[in-house]
């Protein structure tokens, strides 16, 4: 089936490779030339695993093309999904103009009977039925909308592409259910298929549930501080019962990325709006909020004034095997060190060059793990790279100086190794 793809992001370019590699004539478009043309030349420039060689693969087989918006003169593709940002701004909430912009440029280009738009990007609920409202209803415009929302994770992403838990279908038009539910057809999963409003609201409680377990066991992990209990147990202990389940149980300085916290606060802007007191939420972003303070409370318990510490820290992006950045809690953390005139040193294996535009200019930064940890009298892990886990930490210990802390941000160290080797270890709600 011919395909476009608008906005290649970290879900557009995944979606494009998606459908490309599954046999359809994909074109993706996007407004940034450079990124256009770098794609041309076979450069991809998001970190995604697998995701360059099967661009590359899929523009190899001539089932993906590239196109920049200037260089369309008409769709004539009978499926159109749309992955365009809706960032979240202060005051106005979840800022959907760039889904509107767009779906005016598709009504300005498109030459086919009934095209089916199929919405990736997250729009709050009730959006979808605005756009119908607004732009699709009026005369001639026989434009299908289908509400279809990605779960795909960062670092993950391809193969949550290939194994969605669930396949979401939200529509009122039978026709383009059908039609879009016949493109997921090769992928084992069920589908969901509703109206467009519950399939908006499917994809904001997935995640502010699973962004509630994280600031749930988070503040369970700070019980077993309180307690002397261990988190780490706790977490298999009742994620073993079948109802509750193992993932989305690791205590740590929280959630960031581009999706949580963005989505939480949508979701809760709406409830605000609409008269709506979401309480759980509330205290879900509260939580989430304060845990890089509690790494830096760590920091303090042991080395009291933070002025002058050489501080190395380890880990930029938001999560491991990404080189995202966006509300990564690394970048809160180097501020709130900052601001006690700590000596910052950081290392990411691929996420410097995304940090560093964001961070104070004085800040430091290493090639290598070992460097940033050179004389530094303390270490704080912020991002559960597999790197630092598989560390010689008897080196590190050589390398750093008196009392050689260690503050691990994700609770991913071996602390009982560590603490063995002269360490003073702290993590959240471990023994
Ligand atoms: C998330 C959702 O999982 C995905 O379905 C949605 O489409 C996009 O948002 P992503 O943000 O890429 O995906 O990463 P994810 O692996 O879910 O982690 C999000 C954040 O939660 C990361 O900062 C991670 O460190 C943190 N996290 C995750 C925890 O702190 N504890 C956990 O147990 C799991």
Known sequence: MKIMVIGLGYVGSVVA????????????????LDKIKSLRENIVMIKEPGLQDMIVQASGSGNLVFSHTSEIDFIRDPV??????TPYLQNAGCDV???????EWIKQKVEVQQPILVMKSTVVPGTGE???QNYLCTEGDGISYV???????????LWDWAHPDRTVIGSNDENAIKTISSLYSKIEAPFVITDVTTAEMIKYAA????ATRISFINEIAMLCER??????????GMGLDQRIGLSYLRAGIGYGGSCFPKDTRALHDICNRNGIDFELLDAVISINNKQCNSAINKLKDKLGSLQRRRIAVLGLSFKPDTDDVRESPALKIIRLLYEEGADITAYDPL????????????????????NAVDNAHAVLVVTAWREFVDMDWATVKSLMSDPYVVIDGRNCLDYTYLRKLGFYYSGFGRK
Request: negative net charge.
């Open 17 to 32: 490779a998606g459908l490309a590699s599954e046999g359809n004539q994909v074109t993706g478009v996007d407004i940034d």
């Open 80 to 85: 159109i999904f749309v992955c365009v940002d």
């Open 97 to 103: 103009s760039q889904v509107y912009n767009t779906i």
């Open 130 to 132: 605005k756009i119908i």
């Open 147 to 157: 509400m279809n929302p990605e779960f795909l994770r960062e670092g993950q992403a």
């Open 207 to 210: 995640n502010a549930y699973l």
């Open 227 to 236: 307690f002397n209990a261990d988190i780490d147990i706790v977490a298999r």
């Open 351 to 370: 996420a410097i060059e995304n940090a560093a535009g964001q961070l104070p200019a004085d800040i430091k930064y290493t090639d290598k793990a070992l």
